[in-house]
Nanobody, 125 residues
């Protein structure tokens, strides 16, 4: 059974940093793209960042460019999201996901077939 488990969320002051991790089990995802999404209360789940299977290509939503960095360790079946210069508007539940449908771009939520349960990130002003 495939399982994605996020960790690393928490409460941080504006300007601070957090590093999210997402460990996969049940199968290897070294040949799949991986992504991070976030969902704030009352809002839709939005794309944050993604990384290709090799790690050679990364994708970010405009609001996090220059502040967030996605990376992966295929040997550990883990994807990371390093978040710096955090802002109150980054507050959300953060989900990792596996891109299983290549007919959709990395930015599309429909591209992702496996999801974690989420980890809460709260940024105080």
């Amino acid at each position: 059974q495939v399982q994605l488990v996020e960790s690393g969320g928490g409460l941080v002051q504006a300007g601070g940093s957090l590093r999210l991790s997402c460990a996969a089990s049940g199968r290897t995802f070294s040949n799949y793209g991986l992504g991070w999404f976030r969902q704030a209360p009352g809002k839709e789940r939005d794309f944050v960042a993604a990384i290709s299977w090799s790690g050679g290509n990364t994708y970010y939503t405009d609001s996090v460019k220059g502040r967030f960095t996605i990376s992966r360790d295929n040997a550990k079946n883990t994807v990371y999201l390093q978040m710096s210069s955090l802002k109150p508007e980054d507050t959300a539940l953060y989900y990792c996901a596996v891109r299983t449908d290549i007919h959709y771009t990395y930015y599309a939520i429909k591209a992702y077939g496996y999801w974690g349960q989420g980890t809460q990130v709260t940024v105080s002003s």
